[in-house]
């Protein structure tokens, strides 16, 4: 079982509409977690990082943590077609190295 | 300001050929680190610097790989008798002393073993 797990997609939906990205990870101790976007082709770029459990919100990103469960969202609202791109994961435990699950690939439809 | 920069963007070498990937950090972090990825897959964290040491070189794969950095700036990855199973994208991200979690990645070196 990898260590974070996420959903390869593609997920296809039309703009305007709400897209919503989910991992789950297995280690207990994971103490941050990153949403990273990565165009084909090109670096992850960050997103958003959270410590704690709820809900952090950056205009129309929403990240959500729920640590009881081993649970991470990203929220987009009101996607747009420069929103098509692959959503990376991305977990700290101890340490200086992160963990990333595999990615899901959204294509966000004029 | 500059980002992270990394080169060449695009390398194809035969089986067999020792092969160099670099890395530019962004000015002041202290931290870098190589990450691979290869196709439909996750990034795979290979190595880490602090400064010019590497304590963390976890997730190099063999004793075929092998990384420096010099001058607390400038990286290179080596890989030597390269393989076809070593073609993927190597990326380096950097990130100020502490902060693990901002990252800032390069566009990568696209690897193919031919």
């Known amino acids: 079982q990898k260590e974070v797990e996420q959903d390869p997609g593609p997920l296809s939906v039309p703009e305007g509409a709400i897209v919503s990205l989910n991992c789950t990870y297995s280690?207990?101790?994971?103490?941050?977690f990153m949403w990273y976007r990565q165009y084909s082709r090109k670096g992850p770029e960050l997103l958003m990082y959270t410590y704690s459990s709820g809900n952090k919100e950056d205009g129309r990103f929403t990240a959500q943590v729920d640590k009881s469960s081993k649970y991470i969202s990203l929220f987009i609202r009101d996607s747009q077609p420069s929103d098509s791109a692959t959503y990376l994961c991305?977990?700290?435990?101890?340490?200086?190295?992160?963990?990333f699950g595999g990615g899901t690939r959204v294509l966000v439809k004029p | 300001g500059a980002g992270v920069s990394q080169s060449p963007s695009n390398k194809v070498t035969e089986k067999g050929k020792d092969v160099e990937l670099r890395c530019d950090p962004i000015s002041g972090h202290t931290a870098l680190y190589w990450y691979r990825q290869s196709l439909g897959q996750g990034l795979e964290f290979l190595i880490y610097f602090q400064g010019n040491s590497a304590p963390d070189k976890s997730g190099l794969p063999s004793d075929r790989f092998s990384a420096e950095r010099t001058g607390g700036s400038v990286s290179t990855l080596t890989i030597q008798r390269t393989q076809q199973e070593d073609s993927a994208v190597y990326l380096c991200?950097?990130?100020?002393?502490?902060?693990?979690?901002?990252?800032?990645f390069g566009p990568g070196t696209r690897l193919t073993v031919t």
């Open positions: 991200a950097s990130s100020s002393t502490g902060l693990v979690y901002e990252q800032y």
């Open positions: 280690n207990s101790a994971f103490q941050y």
């Open positions: 991305a977990i700290k435990a101890a340490g200086n190295k992160l963990t």
